[in-house]
């Protein structure tokens, strides 16, 4: 480590090949092994199974929230002002919810919704609560125990009582379910006979689908792009990149064509949809095969029977397909759109499976493939579990992480001091008191241990308090309610042990890729992983 300026040195070995001049904005300037080149340490990428770069041949990638990077504090306060008037004006909710606000800030990623209770939970990998909320309400100590700590079966945590809040999309629903949780505590006669916790938060869910299904948050999106979405002049470099190694590249969305067309248009052109300017089908160079409206998770089964269809860039139109081969249409159709420069035509299709992919790309082998995605489940659990794909998790709010664990390195170091001069103190206590109850001692020494035990028992306190308010406030700069990501005490935090579990790589942003070499050979890095910092008893 380069302490000087928090980035990873390549100088141990050919790990860190690739860096660029400002944050990203330059291509990139390939180095030698023994260049020692550094890369900051907000865009490495972490590895947690060895993966070599020149056995993958393809290269696939989600957009929503993987190339695509909403901005929270626009995006999901959109979401969230529009699921709020579904549910007044759908699902007749009482009009005063208008009036709330939207703390993008508030929730993190890896939380559990208890629907049943109405609480909000984090927990670590072993499935302990270790904070919980009902509402905005912290519980106690007491509280938790009692209500998740005293089973003789332990709680799965899993679907139909709770909710699992994966994705950056859930953010705004999380912290809606908890507004509604405090509102009917506070005012009953204002919430209908009936609904509990559990119905609020199935409401919640029906008004964030009827949000998508009339199209509300897309259309507004498609009309201002640059508003809602991070611009990254990284990722046409990075599937130039990719292409020139000799590799190819896909895109499965969920989206359907016409939103996908905009977004992607707007991320490989850096320009704003406003109207004026036409979208065009440039950015379909830099792939080898897009599909649309995928339906994933489905998509990653192999025995998914789903139809494949041709979408026709223009118009939109569906073409039918056998099994991704061109069919004779009846009637006419708008001319097929043919891109030139890359001696070869990216072909756009909607629905189908992981088998027609394989077959559209050639692929012989499941571990040919690295694919890239945002959601643990829906992208990254499936396609690794199921499929046997190379998995790589976008993180974005990973940079701020790392960021913070460096520079708050020293700190960290005084916390595990003060840390062990508790757990000393401690041991020296109960070796006295064992000593005092047990041991045959003289009268005068019966006496010293017992003045020693009382000068150890007036520290003990002190010593305990400032342990505990430091660890809080350091706590507290990573998140004021939920602390560090990757840690709950010093367990890793459930999202950190699926993370570990499912993801071969994990980064912040899907375009730090461009920062290491297409032929990279990915090992564990020995020196720091964020999900094994020993960080921060809660």
């Not at 993190?108 to 009902?134: E, F, P, Q, S, T």
């Not at 919430?191 to 509300?216: F, I, N, Q, W």
Request: aromatic share 10%.
């Amino acid at each position: 480590m380069d302490e000087s300026r928090g980035t990873i040195v390549g100088e141990k070995s050919s790990n860190f090949h690739v860096a660029i001049g400002d944050g990203g904005h330059k291509p990139c300037i390939w180095s030698s092994p023994e260049g020692g080149r550094k890369i900051d340490i907000g865009k490495h990428i972490f590895c947690n199974r060895s993966l070599n770069m020149k056995n993958i041949v393809a290269v696939g990638f989600d957009m929503d929230y993987t190339l695509a990077q909403y901005k929270p504090e626009t995006f999901e306060s959109l979401a969230y002002e529009g699921t709020i008037k579904k549910l007044v004006h759908d699902l007749g909710y009482p009009c005063e919810l208008l009036d709330w606000s939207f703390d993008w800030k508030y929730m993190v990623r890896g939380l559990v919704l208890d629907k049943k209770r109405g609480n909000i939970l984090k927990m670590d990998r072993h499935k302990y609560v270790k904070v919980a909320y009902h509402g905005f309400k912290e519980l106690s100590k007491e509280e938790k125990v009692g209500t998740y700590g005293n089973t003789l079966i332990r709680d799965s945590f899993d679907e139909p009582d709770y909710a699992l809040i994966d994705t950056l999309f859930s953010l705004a629903e999380a912290y809606l379910f908890a507004q509604l949780v405090d509102f009917r505590d506070n005012n009953p006669g204002k919430v209908p006979e009936g609904v509990d916790y559990s119905r609020m938060y199935k409401d919640v869910r029906a008004a964030v689908d009827l949000c998508h299904r009339d199209g509300t948050l897309k259309q507004m999106v498609a009309k201002d792009p640059k508003h809602y979405i991070n611009e990254d002049t990284s990722i046409v470099p990075m599937l130039k990149m990719l292409r020139d190694s000799g590799r190819s590249t896909f895109l499965v969305t969920n989206s359907l064509w016409d939103y996908t067309n905009i977004v992607m248009n707007f991320l490989c052109e850096s320009r704003t949809m406003n109207g004026s300017n036409k979208c065009n089908f440039d950015w379909l160079q830099y792939f080898d095969v897009v599909i649309t409206g995928s339906a994933k998770p489905g998509f990653f089964h192999e025995d998914n029977r789903a139809n494949l269809f041709e979408v026709e860039p223009e118009s939109g139109m569906l073409l039918n397909t056998d099994n991704g081969s061109p069919m004779p249409q009846v009637g006419s159709t708008s001319p097929r759109l043919s891109l030139k420069g890359q001696n070869k035509m990216c072909r756009v299709f909607q629905g189908g499976s992981v088998g027609h992919l394989h077959k559209l790309l050639s692929i012989e082998s499941s571990s040919q493939v690295l694919y890239v995605g945002d959601h643990i489940y829906g992208d990254i659990l499936r396609s690794k579990k199921v499929l046997g794909w190379r998995t790589m998790l976008v993180v974005p709010e990973l940079e701020r992480e790392v960021e913070l664990l460096w520079e708050l390195r020293d700190t960290r170091k005084e916390l595990r001091l003060m840390r062990n001069q508790r757990d000393h103190i401690e041991d020296k206590i109960h070796r006295l008191k064992w000593s005092l109850k047990f041991e045959d001692v003289n009268v005068n020494e019966k006496q010293k241990l017992s003045s020693a035990l009382d000068e150890l028992e007036s520290w003990r306190e002190p010593v305990r308090l400032t342990h505990q308010l430091a660890q809080r406030e350091c706590h507290q700069k990573f998140h004021k309610v939920w602390g560090q990501l990757m840690k709950t005490g010093y367990q890793n935090s459930r999202f950190a042990h699926q993370v570990e579990r499912f993801a071969c790589l994990y980064t912040s942003q899907v375009s730090n890729l461009s920062l290491y070499s297409p032929d990279k050979y990915y090992r564990p890095s020995e020196d720091f992983m964020p999900h094994e910092f020993d960080i921060i008893p809660m």
